[in-house]
């Protein structure tokens, strides 16, 4: 791997990118309310089931599919895929959550002047644009491989899983590492599926994630807005 494409996978992978990923628990906070986690081997297996079963069969897909159609500039594909996805999220705060963080990461691509002016112009016209299309767009702008975005995107999923987890339990530090290396290995197992599935093969399939997120909404105590 190049020294630039590493870096930059660094950058877009950090919970320094200021974006607000620190801000949202993915319905992790409600599984705690709920008693489906309680400790360090119940959080672990929540967010490895979330990486198996929801991320390599929707998102990260979704993704590979919109990195390739920026490289192409299909911007009709594009438009609907983004469609697509937004309307496939589980609860009001999963669908605010997506725009929020899309809506923050064109802005800092398009002040950076990120890729193509032809693009940006594109990426400019999708409102609302959910996060995975726009970390497409900073993908492709950066040159960066799609197994290697797709990791990037995975893993920084999995440490914003873990760090939420470690505020809500609570669960101390060590306990937080543990879960990230336990997932180094489904990580990569998650990328290679999503790269072998098909546009039409995508399943966003999460009733009782979509369930917890619900209720999340009007929880009483929260640290975490989804």
Request: proline share 4%.
């Amino acid at each position: 791997m190049r020294i630039g494409e590493l870096t930059a996978l660094l950058h877009l992978a950090s919970p320094a990118l200021p974006i607000g990923a620190f801000s949202y628990s993915q319905g992790l906070e409600a599984a705690i309310e709920a008693q489906l986690i309680t400790d360090a081997d119940s959080a672990r297996a929540w967010i490895a089931s979330g990486l198996t079963d929801v991320l390599a069969l929707g998102e990260l897909p979704f993704l590979a599919h919109q990195i390739g159609r920026w490289h192409a500039h299909e911007t009709a594909g594009l438009a609907l895929a983004n469609s697509e996805f937004l309307a496939s999220r589980e609860s009001s705060e999963l669908r605010r959550e997506t725009e929020q963080m899309g809506w923050s990461l064109r802005q800092l691509c398009v002040s950076l002047e990120w890729g193509d002016a032809q693009r940006r112009a594109t990426l400019a016209t999708m409102t609302p644009l959910a996060q995975p299309t726009a970390f497409a767009f900073a993908a492709f702008a950066h040159d960066v491989a799609i197994d290697a975005a797709l990791a990037a995107y995975a893993f920084s999923w999995v440490e914003n899983q873990a760090a939420a987890a470690l505020k809500a339990v609570p669960l101390g530090q060590l306990a937080g590492q543990r879960i990230i290396v336990a997932l180094r290995a489904p990580i990569d197992a998650a990328v290679q599926r999503a790269l072998a599935t098909a546009p039409d093969d995508i399943n966003t399939f999460a009733p009782q994630l979509g369930i917890l997120s619900a209720r999340h909404e009007s929880q009483y105590s929260r640290l975490f807005r989804s």
